[in-house]
């Protein structure tokens, strides 16, 4: 079995987790700041990943792409966490309350993702000719700070696609939340008997290819934030 395949699987499957989790405690984190104790009372606004586990979404869907990823290779995991429970009611004002909240965790998503690239950006700058040695090495395992580089590289990936994926104004998405704050009354009516089918319609869309626009956004500001020696090492040691 190759052993670098899986620590592949292991690291990736860190990032993605890492991004959901900090997504999710954000939306939690400003609710509890705006009056609402749901979050907090639950037990969500930790980091522990146990707090936040969906099966179908955290654990299901990851490791049977993980899976998948031994037989074809390019196969990119993705997942999602149990939503943190919000109460609009507690807001003063429930739309303006969700729309911060709702704009919380893409923003932590996007907060983080660059931080995690300035770091990646200033370990090529300290240490020359990091990109060739991964080149000639050509595996994960045999260098602690090529795995660091890979996991640091993938949770910027993770961070960026949540961040823009999540803004798409469709329930029950973060994006649906954003733009119901700016709907008249009729609109926001709407939008809330769509809750109910957001989610199919979501899976039907992206089945079609409707929503394949986000590329769009996604390549370019994964682009700046890793550059080409970094999203090099990724596809080499990947």
């Known amino acids: 079995m190759n052993v670098d395949l899986i620590l592949n699987v292991i690291l990736s499957l860190i990032a993605v987790f890492m991004a959901i989790v900090f997504h999710e405690v954000a939306h939690g984190l400003v609710?509890?700041?705006?009056?609402?104790p749901t979050a907090r009372s639950a037990g969500r606004l930790s980091l522990n990943p146990l707090a936040h586990v969906d099966m179908v979404g955290t654990i299901l869907v990851p490791l049977t792409l993980g899976?998948?990823?031994?037989?074809?290779?390019?196969?990119?995991?993705?997942?999602?966490?149990?939503?943190?429970?919000?109460?609009?009611?507690?807001?003063?004002?429930?739309?303006?309350?969700m729309l911060l909240v709702a704009l919380a965790g893409p923003g932590s998503n996007l907060l983080l993702g660059v931080v995690a690239a300035l770091v990646g950006r200033l370990l090529f700058l300290a240490i020359p000719n990091l990109a060739a040695t991964a080149a000639l090495q050509d595996t994960l395992g045999a260098n602690a700070l090529h795995a660091v580089l890979f996991t640091?590289?993938?949770?910027v990936v993770y961070c960026v696609v949540l961040a823009i994926f999540n803004m798409i104004p469709i329930p029950p998405l973060d994006g649906s939340r954003v733009l119901t704050f700016f709907l008249p009354a009729s609109g926001r009516r709407i939008m809330l008997a769509l809750?109910?089918?957001?989610?199919?319609?979501?899976?039907?869309?992206?089945y079609l290819g409707v929503l394949d626009f986000i590329y769009a956004w996604i390549d370019p500001v994964l682009g700046f934030l890793i550059g080409n020696d970094w999203a090099f090492v990724i596809r080499t040691l990947g």
């Open 31 to 36: 609710a509890a700041k705006l009056g609402d």
């Open 67 to 97: 899976i998948l990823k031994f037989f074809y290779p390019g196969t990119m995991l993705f997942g999602w966490a149990k939503p943190v429970p919000v109460s609009p009611a507690n807001f003063r004002d429930r739309y303006r309350g």
């Open 152 to 155: 640091l590289g993938m949770f």
């Open 195 to 206: 809750e109910q089918y957001g989610f199919i319609l979501l899976i039907v869309l992206l």
